[in-house]
């Protein structure tokens, strides 16, 4: 089987992943090159614009993603572009329409619902919910060298506060990914997973405590952070980075089965392992009834379950150590008192709930 990268947790430096050097770009906003001042353009405007419209009005050659693809697209449509005298030649740029045409991704094939003066999640009193490729990329901006991305397009503060420009990724995304498109209401709801008061993340928007994980192939250290596309992009080293395409469901870098009767296999959880150490998990280094619960145990006759039925992906607002049960796996407890799970101390901790029948009241390890 092919292992996706062990880590996708900031910008590659050599061989390692080096955290630290995304954290110190995140904090300086980006103020760098932009793709007009591009060496490998011909015209600085006129690779992308025609002629002088209407106030107002950017007179593309094509529209929304077809504009993009004219160099991000297919060879055959740079060679276009080449011929025109627009893209100088021999410039080597990845085919996002591939990503684009993966099973899960964003819809930017869907047309006619951008606009360049928009204000999402809402605009002219209707919600929308599109994707193009300029809701996530200033096309005046582009990235300081083949590295970070300069985020300056709109998006909306972790507390709700619009922004003409964002300056974490994250922002961009809790652009569209909140009351119509997310479940604001839920405890799943980004909002709340992420808020920076929740008791466990996945150190998106709080640091990582460079405590949590034994498992880790990539090892952290206190004050490290992730991004939303270290976990939602193609998991495709050799293709673009970007939540833009994915054969996996959610957009996620790899397979990621939620079954709560799931057999265990390198595949099934891929996902989790390509950070996590499968054999670290099974191995029982930090939780001793892991193995128990998640391949099942023949003798006895029960089954296995997946990661999903104890962990949050994003974040717990209530609990540690990401446990959110599954409430298709996990009922309350037969006494009636609800499922809930609390530390007792390193590595020790106690569930109170119902699964697949066995009655834990408490269950302590
Ligand atoms: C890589 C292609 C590209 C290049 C190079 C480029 N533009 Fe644009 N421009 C766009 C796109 C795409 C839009 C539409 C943005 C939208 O729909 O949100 C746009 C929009 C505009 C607009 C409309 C208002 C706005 O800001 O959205 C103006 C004005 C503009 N461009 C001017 C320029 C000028 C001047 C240059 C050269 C210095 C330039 N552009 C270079 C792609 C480009
Ligand atoms: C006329 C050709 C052309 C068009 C049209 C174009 N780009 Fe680009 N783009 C380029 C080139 C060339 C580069 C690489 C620039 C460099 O390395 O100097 C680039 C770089 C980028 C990068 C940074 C990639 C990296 O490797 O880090 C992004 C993101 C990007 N473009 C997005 C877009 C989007 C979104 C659109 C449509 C709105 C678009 N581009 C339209 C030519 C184009
Ligand atoms: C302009 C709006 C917009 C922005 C910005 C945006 N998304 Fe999306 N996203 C969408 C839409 C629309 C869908 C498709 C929803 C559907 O079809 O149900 C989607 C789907 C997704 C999915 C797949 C969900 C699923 O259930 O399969 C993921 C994951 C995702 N987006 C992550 C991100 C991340 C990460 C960012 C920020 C880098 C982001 N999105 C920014 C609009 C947006
Ligand atoms: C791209 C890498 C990556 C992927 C993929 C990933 N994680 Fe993590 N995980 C991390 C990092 C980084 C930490 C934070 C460690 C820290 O705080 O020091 C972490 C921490 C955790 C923790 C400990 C949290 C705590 O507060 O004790 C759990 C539990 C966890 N991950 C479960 C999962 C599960 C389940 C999956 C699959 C659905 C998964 N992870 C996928 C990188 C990843
Ligand atoms: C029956 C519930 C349950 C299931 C199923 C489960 N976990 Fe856990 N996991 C826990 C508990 C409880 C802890 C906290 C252990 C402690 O006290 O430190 C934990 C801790 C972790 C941690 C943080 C410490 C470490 O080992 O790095 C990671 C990562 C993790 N689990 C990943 C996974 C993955 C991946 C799967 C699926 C393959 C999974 N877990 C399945 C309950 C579960
Ligand atoms: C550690 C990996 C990881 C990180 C970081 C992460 N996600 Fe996810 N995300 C997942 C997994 C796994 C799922 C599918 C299972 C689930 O829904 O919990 C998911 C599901 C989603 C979905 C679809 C379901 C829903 O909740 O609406 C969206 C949208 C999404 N993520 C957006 C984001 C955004 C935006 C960010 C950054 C703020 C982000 N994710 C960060 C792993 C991650
Ligand atoms: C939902 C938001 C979103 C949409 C929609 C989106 N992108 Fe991206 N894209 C990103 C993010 C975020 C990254 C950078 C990820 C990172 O920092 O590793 C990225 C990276 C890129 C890169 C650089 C890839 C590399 O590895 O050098 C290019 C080029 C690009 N996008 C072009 C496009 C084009 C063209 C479209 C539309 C057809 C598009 N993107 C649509 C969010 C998006």
Not at 140 to 168: A, C, F, N
Not at 289 to 316: M, N, V
Request: proline content about 6%; aromatic content about 8%.
């Amino acid at each position: 089987m092919s292992v996706i990268r062990t880590s996708r947790i900031g910008q590659t430096v050599g061989a390692g992943v080096v955290l630290a050097v995304t954290v110190a770009l995140l904090m300086t906003p980006v103020t760098g090159g932009a793709h007009v001042d591009s060496t490998e353009l011909t015209d600085p405007c006129g690779s992308c614009h025609v002629g002088h419209g209407a106030k107002g009005e950017p007179m593309l050659l094509k529209a929304e993603e077809k504009f993009c693809y004219q160099c991000h697209g297919s060879q055959e449509e740079r060679a276009e572009m080449v011929a025109m005298g627009k893209l100088k030649p021999g410039v080597e740029l990845d085919d996002l329409s591939a990503e684009f045409n993966k099973a899960y991704g964003h819809p930017v094939k869907r047309s006619g619902e951008h606009s360049p003066i928009e204000i999402l999640p809402d605009y002219a009193g209707s919600a929308v919910s599109h994707a193009e490729c300029v809701d996530c990329h200033n096309p005046h901006e582009r990235v300081t060298g083949k590295g970070d991305m300069g985020y300056k397009v709109k998006g909306y503060s972790l507390s709700g506060q619009y922004l003409e420009e964002s300056v974490y990724e994250y922002e961009i995304c809790l652009k569209c990914h909140t009351d119509h498109l997310g479940t604001k209401t839920s405890d799943r709801s980004l909002v709340k997973a992420f808020a920076r008061s929740a008791r466990s993340q996945h150190p998106v928007t709080a640091p990582s405590t460079g405590l949590g994980s034994p498992s880790l192939l990539d090892k952290t250290t206190a004050g490290q952070y992730m991004k939303c596309s270290d976990c939602h992009w193609s998991g495709n080293e050799e293709g673009p980075r970007g939540p833009h395409g994915s054969r996996h469901e959610f957009l996620l870098s790899g397979n990621y089965s939620r079954d709560p009767y799931g057999t265990e296999s390198p595949f099934a959880y891929q996902f989790c392992y390509s950070c996590h150490d499968r054999m670290s998990i099974l191995g029982n280094e930090s939780f001793p009834l892991h193995r128990e619960h998640i391949e099942g145990d023949l003798a006895q006759g029960t089954k296995g379950t997946s990661c999903y039925t104890c962990h949050a992906s994003h974040g717990a607002p209530d609990s540690p150590h990401l446990i959110m049960f599954n409430g298709l796996a996990v009922s309350p407890a037969k006494s009636g008192r609800p499922a809930s799970y609390d530390v007792t101390g390193t590595q020790s901790g106690t569930c109170v709930l119902m699964c697949h029948g066995y009655n834990h009241e408490p269950g302590s390890y």
